[in-house]
Each structure stands twice: as C-alpha cells, then as structure tokens.
C-alpha cells in the first residue's frame, strides 16, 4: 500500500466525502440565509439561496417583540445550574475509583441499571416528584431532572481510576485532607475528562426541551428551546423569524463544538469504545 | 432520536455501561465478600482509603447518588404503582379521590387499538431505521478513515453537527424545508415538474420524512464511534494482509470488520434502543399525525399521560415499554456472550 497507489482513492472518498458533508450541513446553511432574508423574500417561489437584501431585522424582533432575552437568561441559568451536576459527578466518580468501601459494588451497580431507564418511564413520576417537592415551575426544577448522568459518573470513574495512588498518599502524607486532596490534585489531573464533561453538559443543558416543556408552565421560566417551540406554532406565519430563532440556539453550541471537537472525540476514545 | 441533547450521551454510555457491567460485576462481588471476611467496620486494607475510609467515600458519592435515585430509581417505583391506579390531574390536587384499580389500565391497554398501532409503527420504524443507520454511519466512518490529513479531520465536524443539534430547531429548519407550499424540497421539484409532495401530510410519505430526520440526527454519533473503533485498528494488521497479497475489499471484510464486533454490537443495542424511545423527531414534526401514522410508543404515553393527563393509564404504557427495551437489549446481551 504505497502512497502513490493511494492516492486516486483518497482523493476520489475526499471529493465524495466533501458532497455528503455539503449536504449534512445544508439545512444549517439554509436556516442561516433564510434568516437574514425579508419575510416576503423567504417565501418566494423560486426560493433564493442568498439574501438579496440581508438584514438582521429578525434577531431585532425576537428580543423586541418576543421575549427571548428572558429565555436566553433562563437557558443560561440551567446551563450553570448543569455545573453542580458536574461537580457531583465528579466527585462520584473519584468516589468510586479510589476508595473502598462496603456497598461498592452495588451501589455503582445501582448507578449502572438507571440507564437501562427509558425517559418515557419516568417522565411522569419525575413530574410527580417535583410536585412534592414544590419544584415545579421553578429554573431548578427545569436542570434537577438531568443534573447527574450515569454515563457521566462511569467516565469520571473510567478516567479517575488511572491516577496513579501514590500522588494521593503523598497530598495525605502533606497533611492534605480528603476534600483539598480531591480538589487540589484530583481535579487538575482530570482536566481532559472534566472539559468533554463539561462541554457535553453545556450541550445538554443549551438544547433541553423535554424537561422545560413539562416543569416549566409560565412564559417567565422558559428556557430557548420551549421560546422557540412557540414559534413552532406559527409556520405559516414568518419562516424568517423561525430561522432566526433556530439560528440562536443552533450556532453557539456550533461555536463550542468546533473548539473542544478535539476533545469530544478523544472522550469517546477514551471510555474505551473499541 | 433523542428527547434532548443530553440523552444522547446518556443513553449511548448506558449500553457500553451495561456491557461493562457485565465483567465488572463478578469483580466486585469478589471485593465485598473479601471486606465481608475483615472484622466488621474496618477497612479493606488495598488502596489510599485505607485510613478513614469510614464516612469520606460515602460523602463523596451520596450528592450524586441522591439525584439519581430521585430521578432515575425512584421514578420506576413510583410509575409501577402509579400505573394501578387512576391517577389524573383531578387526583394530583385532590390525592383521597385516587383509586386503586388493579391490573385494569394493563387490560385497557393491550385492548387498545391505538396502543396496538403505536406499537406496530414503532415496529416499522426499528425495521427501517436499524439497519440504514448502521450501514450510513459505517460507510461514513470507513470513508473519514481513509486518510488522516488535516482536511479529512475537519470534514467530521460536518457530519457530527446534526447530532448536536437542539431538536426543536431541528424542527423548524425541516418543517420549513417540507412545508408543501413554499418548502424549498417541493420547489426544487417543481423546478423539473413534479410534486407536490405532501412531506408530512401523507400518512406513508410523513413516516419516511420523519425517520430521515432521526437518520441525519443520529448518524453523527455512531459515526464516530465507528470512527473511534477503526483507528484502534492496529496497523501492523493492514501491513500483514497486505504483505499477504489481500485486497483493499479482502482486508477490510476479513480483518478490520472483525475487529469491529463490539463497536458494531455497540451501535447496534443503543440504535435499537433508539428507535424503540423513539420520540423527538414525530414529536416536533407531525405530532404523531396524519391519522396517526407517525404515532411510537413513547409519543402515545406521552400524550395520553401529558395531553389528557391520564397518568395511571400512560404509566403502564410506560411499564410496557420499559419490558419491550429490556427484554430485546437482554436478547442482544445473551446473543453477543454465545457469540464470543
């Protein structure tokens, strides 16, 4: 397999690669333009791929007329309130790698079976349990449901587990206790596993719509996604305002992905997925 | 398919966990039965927790251990016991008004016809999308795979972005797309006369609309996980079949491919477990319609349990569900320990 001979192929799946990514990706590209064309022109029959007169109007009117600036802080709040979930899971995680205790076993057996879980199972006593809880209707109530994930505390543990013992004997030797060990040397060293995490829970948090839909039962305590199902409602109406909609929940989670892509990929690599 | 960005994952790490579980179960019994040998409240004597391993593990683990069970445990319980009563929205403010009803919500449901069509079009939807989903992320995966050039590497990203996506612009963008008046797919056709084409508005036409969607959504994925599997393929392999005068078509089939047999299973039991939740994509597009025909299991619990609040009667459609997934992934576990 010499590169010469190679070399018609490679270039023959790259060209064939590059029409399917084109096409993958188109819907993203027509959601964009049709964003910033004038309502009448992203009805037009023929449809134009450009904007003749591009213009930001819809963006204007999303935070004006409706009231996304509101679902924007909402969303962002539930993304942070995701970071609690992090820390939780890490600490599960290193829980579980580095100690043990009676229970091990089964307990990490019991985080296991909650993925068997279908949502659609416990979608209705979740409801239930935050009623009792006087959670509903609340931004808490809204992230509680997926702060913690079973998959998450196994890569944590994955991960955790390769730190090498004698690092943590010698920060308890220094008189470091339990928490300032986890803290100061058990999470620096974690730091890969930590940004996937971390990404994948911004991810999660930005697009959640299952959980705010239901938790979530005035216009106040909206997140994006449930802003923009509204929107849903009125197709007819104005594909522009939609696309402009869609358009601001879509491209900061692009941005981010394009910057930690690296690591999402590695992360996969890493729980071992061969 | 997922019901959000987040499920993805979670639900993807829950079959490669299970599989795990299965080889970190007998190990972990051996560790208890050996602190059970220890006197009682002394620590095993192996690794750094050997000195106050009394309460710290325990703290370190109980936020997260709380949530789940209150979350994912919990709920299984509360839903069992739920789907005998007759719980609705009335017995949610009112809980003296709720009564216990046996198995009658079962009865109900399995002489339901809807329940019956829900089941049958989530039949379909597994048959058909099972397998295109495992043929399209493969083929992509094998293609990315051909060269490691910069290029090559940036072309991922592409593919990946679907999967990331919020559904509910995911909606917007394909509804807008479909739209049978002024949707740029029924202009296209137009443009060399034909259409147009009822995308979401025919019963046949809608469910393959629909499945498209969830395909171009999950691909992504299992594609890199496809990906992630070919490239822990050693090299040294591909040099000695080639040594040994095997094709391109050869090698792939009789060395890669092998190799590829959990990565495969993987993609396999999670896809299925997919398309058996599926939800989000029906859910957005068509509601379940026209005439019901994009209606799956997990949409007709939903809107018997949220549109018209009939908890008891949706919690043992859930029920059911619950059996069909674990039933079928159990199937697939047993199948895959006989294989090896």
């Known amino acids: 397999m010499t590169d010469r001979r190679r070399r018609p192929i490679v270039v023959a799946v790259g060209a064939l690669l590059t029409v399917g990514a084109l096409a993958t990706s188109f ?37 004006t007329e409706l009231d996304f600036g509101r679902y924007l802080v909402n969303t962002i709040v539930v993304v942070l309130i995701g970071g609690v979930g992090l820390l939780a899971m890490a600490m599960a995680g290193y829980g579980f790698a580095k100690y043990r205790f009676r229970g091990r076993g089964v307990l990490f057996l019991l ?46 543990r994955q991960f955790m587990a390769t730190i090498p013992d004698e690092l943590l004997e010698a920060a308890r030797l220094d008189g470091a206790g339990e928490l300032r060990t986890f803290w100061r040397i058990v999470l620096p060293l974690s730091k890969p596993i930590l940004a996937v995490q971390a990404v994948l829970t911004f991810i999660a948090g930005w697009n959640s719509f299952l959980w705010p839909l239901i938790i979530a039962t005035d216009q106040d305590k909206y997140t994006l996604a449930v802003g923009l199902s509204l929107l849903n409602q009125q197709i007819t109406v104005n594909p522009t305002l939609q696309m402009a909609g869609s358009s601001l929940m879509v491209v900061p989670i692009i941005v981010v992905f394009v910057c930690f892509q690296r690591y999402i990929v590695q992360g996969f690599t890493m729980s071992g997925l061969k | 398919m997922t019901h959000d960005g987040g499920a993805g994952g979670s639900r993807l790490g829950g079959t490669a966990v299970l ?10 019994d051996r560790s208890r039965r050996s602190a059970r040998r220890r006197a009682p409240g002394s620590a095993p004597a192996r690794g750094p927790g050997r000195r106050r391993a009394s309460v710290v593990p325990y703290a370190f683990i109980a936020p997260a251990l709380i949530l789940l069970t209150m979350f994912g445990l919990l709920p299984i319980l509360v839903a069992a016991g739920v789907s005998l009563t007759d719980l609705d929205i009335g017995g949610l403010g009112n809980p ?31 048959v058909v999308g099972v397998p295109v989903i495992i043929a399209v992320s493969l083929a992509i995966a094998v293609a990315l795979n051909t060269s490691q050039s910069r290029f090559f590497r940036a072309l991922r990203a592409f593919y990946f972005l679907p999967a990331i996506t919020a ?16 949707g740029l797919l029924n202009q296209l056709l137009a443009q060399v006369g034909l259409g147009p084409v009822g995308w979401l508005s025919d019963p046949t036409t809608a469910r393959l609309s629909v499945a498209l969607v969830a395909v171009w959504r999950a691909t992504g994925l299992n594609t890199i996980i496809f990906l992630a599997a070919l490239q822990s393929v050693p090299k040294e392999y591909h040099e000695a079949a080639a040594l040994d005068g095997a094709g391109r078509w050869t090698t792939f089939w009789r060395v890669t491919f092998p190799l590829l047999r959990f990565a495969l299973f993987f993609v396999t039991v999670t896809t299925l477990i997919g398309w058996l939740q599926f939800f989000d994509e029906p859910y957005v597009l068509t509601r379940g319609g026209p005439v019901g025909a994009t209606t799956s299991m997990s949409l007709f619990i939903f809107q018997k349990g949220f549109s018209l609040n009939q908890f008891g009667y949706a919690s043992a459609g859930s029920l059911v569900l619950f059996a069909i997934i674990a ?14």
């Not at chain 1, 009448?40 to 930001?56: G, K, M, N």
């Not at chain 1, 949502?119 to 809880?133: A, D, G, H, R, S």
């Open chain 1, 27 to 63: 819907p993203f590209v027509w959601m964009v333009t049709s964003s910033l064309k004038p309502p009448s022109e992203a009805l037009a029959v023929p449809p134009t791929l450009l904007p003749r007169s591009p213009s930001l109007d819809a963006y204007a009117r999303l935070f």
């Open chain 1, 111 to 156: 985080v296991l079976m909650t993925l068997m879980i279908p949502v659609q199972v416990t979608m209705i006593p979740t409801y239930l349990i935050l009623n009792e809880l006087h959670l509903t209707n609340t931004l808490v109530g809204v992230a509680a449901p997926t702060l913690v994930s079973a998959f998450g505390i196994f890569l944590f």
């Open chain 2, 19 to 28: 599989v795990g579980a299965r080889d970190d179960a007998p190990m972990s």
């Open chain 2, 96 to 126: 003296e008004t709720i009564r216990f009803i046996g198995l009658a919500n079962y009865e109900r449901l399995f002489a339901d016809p809807e329940f019956w069509q829900a089941l049958r079009t989530t039949g379909f939807f597994v």
């Open chain 2, 167 to 182: 559904i509910v612009a995911v909606a917007l963008i394909w509804g807008y797309l479909y739209n049978s008046q002024f």
């Open chain 2, 327 to 340: 039933v079928v992934t159990a199937i697939q576990l047993r199948m895959r320990s006989t294989d090896d």
